[in-house]
């Protein structure tokens, strides 16, 4: 029953059947137009199906649209307010959307408790009446909520300054705003799907523990990833992650980790970024994995979206370049994984296969004048060696006899129907990067370095080891 009560809860913010734009305008650039903006647009495209009902008590019509003098005359299936007014003016808002019985409200507006006493006291205000009514609240101070399913977009940056990232199974959180703005805009020029996208800024009400639980029951949601900069109910946070982790991986970027940071974080959001350590232990107890950047956290969705989980950590390398064989050994040495001890009959299937040049063992090297065929005959070798409980496959697709189409599809074919997981590198430049996203685009992640696609790995070991001791107890 908790479970249905976060769902119906939450469900609004992503799924509207009509949207209240508070503080709508007709002033290109305005927070409130570029919102309104938003929403049109995606209702044109067809992929917002909700009504649209702008609120500003000096305006009639914005570009075609009524527009409502007060919250007391919007049509009553307005299910989602979005409030882009000045700080002073959300209160009085809030008690006018109470009375109208609206149960999902975004507050983008900042200026709250991040300012100071005053600004804690208006929230503590809009907090009670919340409470009272049954209102879930998201802000205030941030950017809201982006689902390129649904077309709920309440980022205020336009698309003309801001590309928005394709669907996908990644859930992205974020405390900042602007964070979460830039790193939609990266994900869309990295060709990386996001699902769904929730900024909450000061979380006032609706937070971390309320998000996991509600994307854990999103079946579009693989895995989540969380930009926090401090935590304010940790129990609550907690218990939450303890439930999710168990069902979906969650990796958490935890700022303000010096002293420096935690002062900046503190005047940005107002949170408390508390001591590090303590969040260290946190993550480890309840199973969250710890990003050491924005890279290094999409870099590990990227793997648990797209891949199975190893049953082991034994590393098998097969590459065409020998000193990214190196490259990639060390790395598993770093991140604590295994290189795996080839079976005598991989062993033996490749020297009769290969040419003599060719580096036979772990890693194994088709060297410089590979074609596609040697990269099948190493994948299916490996693929089928129990020694062996994940692949990392290093293309340089420079080399000269390599037909890239052909080694593509062959290692996305081994991916889709192999049970261990397959994570691919590419090195190189402008070309490189194109054949990376083909393959990438055909389910298999690629990395640009051999440390980053070990250290993909070495994460979907460790959460597997953590599903692994769970299911122990």
């Not at 790995?457 to 769970?470: F, I």
Request: charge should be negative; charged fraction near 30%.
């Amino acid at each position: 029953m908790e479970n249905d009560r976060i769902v119906q809860e939450l469900k609004p913010f992503f799924e509207p059947r009509a949207v209240a734009i508070i503080g709508a305008t007709n002033k290109k650039g305005k927070v409130g137009n570029v919102i309104f903006e938003n929403f049109k647009r995606n209702k044109e495209r067809g992929i917002f199906k909700g009504n649209i009902y702008p609120v500003n008590p000096k305006l009639d019509e914005i570009d075609g649209y009524k527009v409502y003098h007060s919250v007391e005359e919007l049509p009553d299936d307005t299910d989602l307010a979005v409030i882009a007014i000045p700080a002073p003016f959300v209160p009085d808002t809030m008690r006018e959307i109470a009375k109208k019985g609206i149960k999902a409200v975004i507050i983008i507006t900042g200026g709250f408790g991040e300012l100071g006493e005053e600004g804690k006291r208006m929230e503590r205000e809009i907090l009670e009446i919340a409470k009272a009514n049954g209102i879930r609240v998201i802000g205030p101070n941030c950017v809201g909520v982006y689902a390129p399913d649904t077309g709920v977009d309440t980022v205020f940056l336009p698309e003309e300054k801001m590309d928005r990232p394709k669907s996908g199974p990644i859930a992205f959180i974020s405390q900042s705003g602007a964070f979460a703005a830039a790193m939609l805009d990266w994900a869309a020029m990295a060709g990386i799907g996001i699902g769904k996208m929730v900024s909450y800024g000061n979380k006032l009400d609706v937070d971390d523990a309320d998000i996991m639980e509600y994307f854990m029951h999103d079946d579009q949601i693989k895995v989540m990833t969380f930009y926090i900069e401090g935590v304010k109910d940790g129990r609550k946070f907690m218990e939450a992650a303890k439930k999710v982790t168990k069902v979906k991986p969650v990796i958490a970027l935890k700022s303000g980790r010096t002293e420096y940071g935690a002062k900046a974080a503190s005047s940005h959001t107002g949170s408390l970024a508390g001591q590090d350590v303590i969040y260290d232990a946190v993550f480890k107890q309840t199973g969250i994995i710890r990003a050491e950047d924005f890279e290094h956290m999409f870099d590990l969705a990227k793997a648990f979206a797209k891949c199975k989980l190893p049953k082991g950590d034994r590393i098998g390398i097969i590459t065409d370049g020998g000193g990214a064989g190196v490259m990639a050994s060390d790395a598993v040495a770093k991140f604590g994984l295994r290189l795996a001890e080839l079976s005598e009959e991989t062993l033996k299937f490749l020297k009769e296969k290969f040419p003599p040049h060719a580096v036979v063992g772990n890693p194994t090297d088709v060297v410089g004048d590979t074609d596609a065929g040697r990269y099948r005959l190493a994948l299916e070798a490996f693929v089928k060696d129990p020694n062996v409980d994940a692949i990392l496959v290093i293309v340089l697709f420079q080399v000269p006899l390599l037909n890239e189409e052909e080694v593509i599809e062959i290692i996305a074919d081994y991916a889709r129907k192999s049970d261990k997981p397959i994570v691919a590198v590419a090195m190189g430049g402008k070309k490189t990067d194109r054949y990376a996203r083909m393959l990438e685009e055909k389910g298999v992640p690629v990395y640009p370095t051999p440390e980053r696609g070990v250290r993909a790995l070495a994460a979907l070991v460790q959460y597997a080891k953590y599903l692994e001791r769970g299911n122990a107890e």
